[in-house]
């Protein structure tokens, strides 16, 4: 695995070094010479085939030594270096290759890039920072410079600087970063309120909406920032916005908007809406809570009826899960002993799935989160529709 993609990796430096042997070989060097490197680069192949790594590294060294002026030979060995975990080597290669007289500035640029990349891996964070910014003040390279801040910027929840740096994004490539920079402002907003300032994550969140006026996640922590101060009437208005502004978010929008209905002592209002996005969500979520709002309200035999009849229409091992609570206690002896069987096993099918799955990348979660803890998109992991999941 590894030795094929290091090949891939190495044959446009292949045809690059090929080229310029040959080139340099008709000019200034002897056939002898040549043959010699080519018989290298052979060599330096074959090691990688057998995953030899360190012999490669070692024949493709020497060729970049033959031909100091290939820069490509020095990027490419560079990227196998640090694809290789062995980031000392890979900085010390593109600090030599940044320092070397004559080259180019475009050459140059993309060396920084790579000794940038070096140091993100190796941690240094503060002196990729330092790079990047050089980077982007050159104006060099910037969108690409530009990109790896906000990275920087996302890790270290330094969400201030993150916007600003994608504003400059948007400023110099056109492209909306509008959700990106909505997120920004709500963690900021998320910050503000575990602080207790809600007045200053209530200014976040316009900002997020300004952004993008249909952010879920906006109108879901507008919701939870009135619940908070007890004025359950427009947590509501809130929680409801969000399901309308993205229905695939139910299952997170749920628990703490029944929980301000229940408050309010709105329960009327809890059925129409969930019998409302019934019939325009297929998920199991809306169906428990209202087995639940039945069960309290108007008693076992009524919940259980309407669960079954709608379990016949999604089947969800959730739904079976809630069937087989409500229905244990009417049941005694060998038939109960059964039925504890079967709720045990229903809890272990449910146990190691993933409710949630990134649509870019495919991590899946068992809990929600904004931005993919792999490929650190936003807004990305979505909750798993099927029998076992939502
Ligand atoms: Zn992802």
Redesign the pocket.
């Known amino acids: 695995m590894i030795a094929l993609y290091v090949l891939a990796l190495l044959i446009p430096v292949a045809f690059v070094s090929g080229w310029w042997t040959a080139r340099s070989a008709g000019a200034k060097r002897s056939g002898a010479q040549v043959s010699e490197l080519s018989s290298d680069y052979f060599r330096g192949l074959n090691y990688l085939l057998n995953e030899e790594q360190d012999k490669a590294i070692e024949v493709f060294l020497r060729l970049a030594e033959y031909n100091r002026d290939t820069v490509e030979t020095h990027l490419a060995l560079g990227n196998l270096f640090r694809r290789r975990g062995e980031v000392d080597r890979a900085i010390r290669l593109h600090q030599h290759l940044v320092s070397r007289p004559g080259l180019s500035d475009a050459m140059k640029t993309v060396a920084l890039l790579e000794l940038g990349e070096d140091y993100m891996r190796a941690g240094l964070l503060d002196r990729a920072e330092t790079l990047f910014s050089d980077l982007v003040a050159m104006d060099a390279h910037a969108p690409s410079a530009l990109r790896h801040l906000i990275a920087i910027y996302q890790h270290e929840r330094d969400w201030h600087k993150a916007i600003e740096h994608a504003r400059r994004l948007e400023a110099m490539t056109g492209e909306d970063e509008a959700g990106m920079i909505a997120q920004f402002y709500c963690e900021l907003a998320e910050q503000a309120r575990q602080h207790g300032a809600h007045q200053d994550a209530r200014e976040y969140l316009r900002q997020a909406f300004a952004c993008q006026p249909d952010s879920v996640r906006a109108f879901m922590l507008t919701g939870r920032l009135y619940a908070e101060d007890g004025e359950h009437g427009q947590a509501i208005d809130a929680y409801e916005a969000a399901v309308e502004a993205d229905i695939a978010f139910v299952p997170e929008i749920l628990p703490p908007l029944l929980n301000s209905y229940a408050r309010s002592q709105q329960m009327e209002r809890a059925e129409r809406f969930l019998r409302d996005i019934l019939e325009r969500y297929h998920g199991i979520s809306p169906v428990l809570a209202l087995t639940r709002l039945y069960q309290q309200r108007d008693g076992e035999r009524t919940a259980i009826d309407f669960l079954t009849s709608q379990l016949r229409q999604r089947p969800s091992v959730r739904g079976l899960m809630a069937l087989i609570d409500a229905t244990m206690d009417k049941v005694e002896g060998e038939a109960r002993e059964n039925f504890l069987i079967l709720r045990d096993l229903t809890r272990k099918l449910l146990e190691g799935q993933a409710m949630y799955r990134?649509s870019?990348?495919g991590?899946g979660a068992k809990a929600h989160h904004w931005q993919?803890p792999?490929?650190k998109?936003w807004s990305?992991i979505r909750p798993i529709h099927g029998v076992a999941n939502e």
Do not use: E
Request: hydrophobic fraction near 10%.
């Open positions: 990134c870019r990348c991590f993919c792999s490929c998109s990305t």
